[in-house]
Nanobody
Framework: VQLQASGGGLVQAGGSLRLSCSASGHGFNGYLLGWFRQAPGKERQVVARARWRNFDAYYSDSVQGRFTISKDIAKNTMYLQMNSLKPEDTAAYYC????????????WGKGTLVTVSS
């Protein structure tokens, strides 16, 4: 599975961005999907994740109520809609696919940078 993330950019605090992650090869079917982020000097953390099949989403406390993970089956693409962005959301965002929550994600896309100005 090859993943390609896009949609990052510079936005003012309070603004919105939508990240996209497209899959080629096997596609997303059957996988656990996730969005992660890594800010400078900090560890990578999970932002949101959902299994492609039922899409029962989990969100980190820091983004709950502001971010939404979604999918487009026909396009084999998942999205991360980010609203009410804060400067602390500034990070490189990565999409990933894996098998289970307890195991490391198996496939990673290249990061897309999100910068939120105050």
């Amino acid at each position: 599975v090859q993943l390609q993330a896009s949609g990052g950019g510079l936005v003012q605090a309070g603004g919105s961005l939508r990240l996209s992650c497209s899959a080629s090869g096997h596609g997303f079917n059957g996988y656990l999907l996730g969005w992660f982020r890594q800010a400078p000097g900090k560890e990578r953390q999970v932002v949101a994740r959902a299994r492609w099949r039922n899409f029962d989403a989990y969100y980190s406390d820091s983004v709950q109520g502001r971010f939404t993970i979604s999918k487009d089956i026909a396009k084999n693409t998942m999205y991360l809609q980010m609203n009410s962005l804060k400067p602390e959301d500034t990070a490189a965002y990565y999409c990933a696919a894996g098998i289970s929550i307890g195991a490391p994600m198996k496939y990673w896309g290249k990061g897309t940078l999100v910068t939120v100005s105050s």
